[in-house]
Every structure is written in structure tokens, then in C-alpha cells.
């Protein structure tokens, strides 16, 4: 079964730092693109990170420039999402997502073929 589990989430104050997690079976995440998205209540869905599947850069949205990092590992077959400096604004439900055909759009959902069932973030006093 092609499966993405996203695991890190939870609640965490303004400031503070968290650390997501996806991993991936009944496929590999090597040769595919790697995307973080978000969607808060009555919003779209956001990208908020990736890494191209063709040359392995690395793209964040505005929002989260200097604040966030992503990260994979061929090896354990996972994505990482570290985020750091925490704000209100960042919460959201965080889903991993991977697909063949995203790089050339890498924080737009359309080209994404795999999604996890998403962790809630709240970030909150």
C-alpha cells in the first residue's frame, strides 16, 4: 500500500520549536518531489515547503523563510519539517506530500500524486 504518515505535531507556544516527520512505504521518496502543506480552517491549502525531485533544491514559502527547514533521508525513506520560532499564524493541519510531476510547480498542490492524512499544529498562550 502506498502510504504517507505524517507524526510531530501537537501543541506549542509562540516561540517555540517543532519538529515534523513523514514517512513513506510502498514507495520510494527518492526520484519524486517532497511537499509541506497546510490548511487552517476556512483557508486554502498552502505549500509551505519542497524539494525539487530534479536538482534538489530547496523552496519555502515567504512566511516561513529563516524559521523553517526541510529535510529528507534516503536512507529511512522520510521528510522532516523542523520549525522554529513558533507563531500563531503557523497553525494549521501539516500534510506531507510527494509526487512525480511536481517539481516544475514545487509549492502547488496539483502536481502531487501522495498525501498523508495530516497533524494538527496549534500554536498558541
Known amino acids: 500500500q502506498v502510504q504517507l504518515v505524517e507524526s510531530g505535531g501537537g501543541l506549542v507556544q509562540p516561540g517555540g520549536s517543532l519538529r515534523l516527520s513523514c514517512a513513506a512505504s510502498?514507495?520510494?521518496?527518492?526520484?519524486?518531489?517532497i511537499g509541506w502543506f497546510r490548511q487552517a480552517p476556512g483557508k486554502e491549502r498552502e505549500g509551505v515547503s519542497a524539494?525539487?525531485?530534479?536538482?534538489?533544491?530547496?523552496y519555502y514559502t515567504d512566511s516561513v523563510k529563516g524559521r523553517f527547514t526541510i529535510s529528507k533521508d534516503n536512507a529511512k525513506n522520510t521528510t522532516s519539517l523542523q520549525m522554529n520560532n513558533l507563531k500563531p499564524e503557523d497553525t494549521a493541519v501539516y500534510y506531507c506530500?510527494?509526487?512525480?510531476?511536481?517539481?516544475?510547480?514545487?509549492?502547488?498542490?496539483?502536481?502531487?500524486?501522495?498525501w498523508g492524512q495530516g497533524t494538527q499544529v496549534t500554536v498558541s498562550s
Open positions: 524539494i525539487s525531485a530534479i536538482d534538489g533544491s530547496l
Open positions: 510502498g514507495f520510494t521518496l527518492d526520484h519524486y518531489a
Open positions: 506530500a510527494a509526487g512525480k510531476a511536481a517539481s516544475i510547480f514545487p509549492l502547488h498542490r496539483g502536481g502531487y500524486d501522495y
